[in-house]
């Protein structure tokens, strides 16, 4: 390793996490006089390949584990993985059907073809990856407790979950309610989301929501889509699409005429539905409806922009209020051809008057005909500013919009609470419905078309539980969370977190419902106490306990300290579940701030006693490509994460993750600053094997002449006072998680500090050997393997990682000696660039230097002010009453006095002890005046106590 050119990373990492494991190093023992701290990351989802982006979050979590580790603490980091859901089934069905790309990926990522081929059951992909996963986080150091290793599809876990659920259920937090969910035709459920892990298009699809209101033509219903019930009070005609065909289909006991789409839609909404026969929209133009609410007729009239596949194919017109409307009437009104061609009573239709019904500051009486003027919407075909324009309209009426008088009882009502009102009343009356839909096609995996369905009876758990809620709002006091702005929204989110559905039929992997065995607990549901769960998959993965052992009562004794144990084993399991609850932290991916953290806490809130409630979360940001696209092969990043171990190495990876960013914000892939980093360590090596080989050759010339503390050079105390001074920056840092600032003092600013020490001539033994020691420990719960290869290089025996963490320590506080060090710096950099400036402007080479000190009134003066006196009071003290207009020109340089001042003498003694040191720095001849003797250009004048003034002589 001494070698400059190259340091051999990955065999390094190789022989410390080699003997990390054999020595059993991160496996905790309970001991209750020592101090615990329980630390996860959300476990990962089985999904393939972990990536860069996975890693980040879990380097941050090592890196505080390793941290607390070594302020003593005994730190319980175990890790295991998600396998619930469909993904292992569809990529074993993959694997199967021999599918080039997934077989291709597999490959690419370094599986061996005759592994492959044999992953063609769920079980295998799943036990693949669960080893593929942990030798990754092997591979990148981290400090986990591997023998707490569990997995959600594991026969020990679905007890687990089985217990969860029996005790939500005796709580009464399970409830059947009819829901709408996604579903492939062919597959059964499926989650419509940006991962598209369940589909192959329509990620962004949203689920909308429309009232249907049950317009009344002769014995049917002619139910109109609207997103805004309270515009049925404007409603001055109905638009159908004369083009398109239309069905009377019974729904329960009525008859709707709605489009073939919406009928077929509504097959799976509705319990019975039937289509009865086909309709041709032309032949509905011109007939008269009922509005249900007002009672008025209003005239069905043509419009092609009424789309057969958007809600139900029934469009009600609200020109007052809707740019759409507007325009239609508009036309229709002026075209007598169209008119005529549907032989519709043309003085009727040219007579419809808008009816405004919405009251806002921003717009007059007819909203909709004052944007479509001020945009300049002259034609149904301008769809882009049509649909501006309504955005526009809906969401200012939306905010700050009221009902106006014409609107009886609901008069007075802001918009926004039109839904709970007007749109219950109508439901419960039976004067409007629903239907669903997808704002775009959505497509399964399996090719066929997603549509939403109802379910009679499916399972939620009540997380809208007030009491529940309350209690979570109340322990966010008690929490750290990470960042300060989650920390700030986190209550809101839990406010409006709604009882989430929590099974799903057919098959997918995870545990079946104890009461009701045709469902299968979903994914997030099976993934909120687990923590709790790593206590107890220590001992069965020890064969300490067996599957059967996993009973109603083991769970309660454990966790709830309910009922007796039966037998030793018990007792210890509890023993130790009550030593390490609370979790401390648990840190997981910014997308679970509204998903896994709600579910999380409130879940623990229901079921466990207030003393086991988790104190910590974190949510980390994400790694995205060059320029914020997604990793991928093209932009970087998308390499098996083993390959860029071993090309970045493992430390500069995880340096890389830690210095680049605070934990909350994204970073972005870049090959150049990851580079950077592994430069940075190389450098950091070779810098520590200069100080042992310092500290060598100083053994060898001093060996009889070992300095005791009081007699060393003041540059050995500045560097052991500047070290201390970090230590107390990198503590307070790491308090507040910014891990990023933590990493900066240590690996940025320490290393400037030493190489200072070096060019200062710093050499002495015992001081290299403590920089050393010191700088070691800060930087190794970051970069582990190469803290572990020089602590062993320099002479220690046992592993660093288990090394006490540097603290501040007070006594070893030297202000003096920092303050007359910092002056020598600050006139270095003085020096630099005023030697440069005065050769670029002569054209000769510089050579004397004189440095002016500042004369003793000078001292006293600042002496003075810094003990509060004012500015005026001093011009006023007699004794510097010769100083007077030099005072009044100080007066900005009074009101920032240093906080260590130090003497004329000890002041000329620092420079005159410094001045070796810059003449070998700047090749030039230094005088330095103390009484001024020699000033061609009277600079001495602006010389300030801790800052001579500079004359540079030339050649
Ligand atoms: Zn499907």
Redesign the pocket.
């Known amino acids: 390793m001494a070698n400059k050119s190259s340091v051999d990373f990955h065999y390094i990492e190789q022989k410390w996490q080699k003997k990390w494991q054999n020595k059993k190093v991160f496996e905790p023992k309970v001991d209750e006089n020592k101090e615990k701290y329980f630390i996860i990351f959300a476990y990962p989802g089985i999904s393939g390949y972990l990536h860069v982006g996975h890693m980040r979050g879990y380097s941050i979590t090592d890196v505080v584990a390793r941290y607390h580790r070594m302020l003593g603490k005994n730190v319980f980091f175990p890790v295991g993985t998600h396998a619930s859901g469909n993904i292992a089934i569809s990529f074993a069905n993959k694997i199967k059907n021999r599918d080039e790309k997934w077989i291709n990926y597999l490959v690419d990522n370094g599986c061996p073809k005759d592994i492959v081929s044999n992953l063609t059951t769920p079980e295998k992909i799943i036990e693949f990856f669960n080893k593929e996963y942990v030798d990754s986080w092997k591979a990148y150091g981290f400090s986990s407790s591997w023998s707490a290793f569990t997995c959600t599809s594991f026969d020990d876990y679905h007890k687990f979950i089985e217990w969860q659920f029996k005790k939500f259920m005796d709580l009464g937090l399970l409830i059947q309610k009819p829901y709408f969910t996604t579903t492939?035709?062919?597959?059964?459920p499926?989650a419509v989301d940006l991962s598209e892990t369940?589909?192959s298009k329509g990620g962004n699809a949203e689920v909308v929501e429309y009232f249907t209101i049950k317009f009344k033509l002769e014995n049917n219903v002619l139910p109109a889509a609207t997103l805004r019930p309270e515009t049925l009070f404007g409603v001055v005609n109905m638009w159908i699409n004369p083009e398109i065909n239309y069905v009377r289909a019974s729904v329960g006991s009525e008859i709707y005429i709605i489009s073939k789409q919406a009928a077929e839609k509504l097959k799976y909404q509705e319990e019975s539905v039937e289509i009865i026969e086909q309709v041709s929209g032309k032949e509905l133009i011109g007939k008269y409806c009922e509005n249900p609410l007002t009672k008025n007729k209003v005239i069905i009239l043509p419009a092609l922009f009424v789309d057969p596949n958007v809600g139900t194919g029934v469009v009600m017109s609200v020109p007052a209020h809707a740019p759409y409307d507007y325009i239609a009437l508009k036309d229709i009104q002026n075209n007598n051809n169209l008119l005529d061609k549907f032989n519709l009573p043309k003085e009727e239709i040219k007579n419809i008057k808008q009816i405004s019904l919405i009251k806002t500051q921003e717009f007059g009486e007819f909203p909709a005909e004052e944007i479509c003027k001020k945009i300049g919407i002259d034609t149904q075909n301008e769809i882009e500013k049509l649909e501006q324009a309504t955005t526009e309209i809906y969401l200012k009426e939306f905010s700050k919009g009221v009902l106006k008088e014409i609107c009886g009882k609901y008069a007075g009502l802001k918009i926004s609470e039109v839904k709970e009102n007007l749109g219950a009343d109508l439901l419960n009356q039976n004067l409007a419905g629903k239907i669903r839909d997808l704002s775009e096609e959505v497509i399964?995996?399996?090719?066929?078309k997603?549509v939403i369905k109802k379910i009679p009876d499916q399972w939620f758990i009540k997380y809208s539980d007030k009491s529940i809620t309350e209690k979570a709002k109340k322990q966010v006091d008690n929490m750290q969370i990470i960042p300060e702005s989650f920390k700030k929204n986190f209550p809101r989110i839990l406010t409006w977190f709604e009882d989430r559905a929590c099974t799903r039929l057919n098959n997918w992997i995870g545990t079946k419902l104890p009461f009701d065995k045709k469902w299968i607990i979903e994914p997030i549901a099976d993934s909120t106490i687990y923590p709790a769960y790593y206590i107890v998959s220590q001992y069965f993965n020890n064969k300490k306990i067996s599957v059967d052992d996993l009973t109603e009562e083991f769970f309660d004794y454990v966790f709830l300290g309910k009922g007796k144990p039966k037998n030793e084993i018990w007792k210890e399991i509890h023993r130790e579940f009550d030593y390490w609850y609370p979790l401390n932290m648990n840190i997981a991916g910014k997308e679970h701030k509204t998903v896994h953290f709600p579910v999380f806490l409130k879940s623990h809130i229901a079921i466990f006693p207030e003393k086991y409630w988790p104190v910590g979360i974190g949510a980390n940001g994400w790694v995205t490509g060059k320029g914020k696209f997604k990793l991928s092969k093209s932009k970087g990043g998308a390499e098996p994460i083993k390959d860029i171990a071993k090309k970045y190495s493992v430390d500069g990876m995880r340096l890389y993750y830690l210095n680049t960013a605070e934990l909350f914000s994204d970073i972005e892939w870049d090959q150049d600053i990851i580079i950077k980093y592994k430069k940075k360590l190389e450098s950091i090596i070779n810098l520590i094997n200069e100080l042992s080989i310092k500290k060598d050759e100083e053994e060898m010339i001093n060996e009889l002449s070992i300095k005791k503390d009081e007699e060393k050079e003041a540059i050995d105390k500045w560097i052991l006072s500047k070290l201390n001074a970090s230590c107390k920056v990198v503590e307070s840092e790491f308090n507040k998680f910014n891990i990023k600032k933590a990493s900066d003092e240590i690996f940025f600013n320490i290393h400037n500090l030493i190489k200072w020490y070096l060019s200062r001539g710093g050499k002495d033994k015992q001081t290299l050997e403590k920089v050393s020691n010191i700088w070691l420990r800060l930087m190794a719960p970051f970069t582990p393997h190469i803290c572990e290869e020089l602590w062993e290089q320099i002479g220690n025996k046992d592993f660093i990682s288990l090394a006490s963490y540097p603290q501040f320590d007070k006594s070893l506080e030297d202000k003096h000696t920092e303050a007359s060090e910092e002056n020598i710096i600050n006139l270095h950099e003085t020096l630099r660039e005023l030697i440069l400036l005065v050769e670029k402007g002569s054209r000769k080479k510089a050579k004397k230097i004189h440095l002016y000190l500042a004369p003793e009134w000078k001292y006293e003066l600042f002496k003075d002010a810094s003990s509060g006196k004012q500015i005026g009071e001093l011009l006023r003290a007699q004794k510097y009453a010769e100083h007077k207009f030099e005072i009044e020109n100080m007066a900005s340089k009074l009101r920032a006095i240093p906080g260590v001042l130090l003497s004329r003498n000890k002041e000329f003694a620092v420079l005159e002890d410094a001045k070796m040191f810059f003449e070998k720095e700047f090749g030039v001849i230094f005088e330095i005046q103390k009484e001024t003797t020699f000033d061609p250009q009277n600079t001495a004048k602006f010389s300030l106590p801790g800052k001579p003034a500079v004359f540079v002589e030339v050649e």
């Open positions: 492939c035709i062919n597959c059964g499926v369940d589909i399964c995996r399996c090719g066929g997603v």
